[in-house]
Nanobody, 115 residues
Framework: QVQLVESGGGLVQAGGSLRLSCAAS????????MAWFRQAPGEERELVAR???????TYADSVKGRFTISRESAKNMMYLQMDSLKPEDTAVYYC?????????WGQGTQVTVSS
């Protein structure tokens, strides 16, 4: 079992920055993949950024150059630094890991970007 807890969401003006954090209940070195997803009202959940076990990263085209995914193994933490935020980034953001052949999700944290 894995528990994930996100934090760091909030209300920010367009052009601003936020850093999301995800705390894992076990060593993140045991995860095959770690990722951030988001879901806006009326939309499907979509991949924002992903880290694989080798340290490589993948980003959605809509956030490339603005968002940065990272991890801190010693603290079992994953982060999403979000810069140059836009109103269309408004969504609930979810932490996701793949471990022992299944996905685990956090409860989500709301990010609202005002224009």
């Amino acid at each position: 079992q894995v528990q994930l807890v996100e934090s760091g969401g909030g209300l920010v003006q367009a052009g601003g920055s936020l850093r999301l954090s995800c705390a894992a209940s076990r060593s993140i070195l045991s995860f095959n993949k770690m990722a951030w997803f988001r879901q806006a009202p009326g939309e499907e959940r979509e991949l924002v950024a992903r880290l694989d076990s080798g340290g490589g990263s993948t980003y959605a085209d809509s956030v490339k150059g603005r968002f940065t995914i990272s991890r801190e193994s010693a603290k079992n933490m994953m982060y999403l630094q979000m810069d140059s935020l836009k109103p269309e980034d408004t969504a609930v953001y979810y932490c996701n890991v793949y471990f022992n052949w299944r996905d685990y999700w956090g409860q989500g944290t709301q990010v609202t970007v005002s224009s």
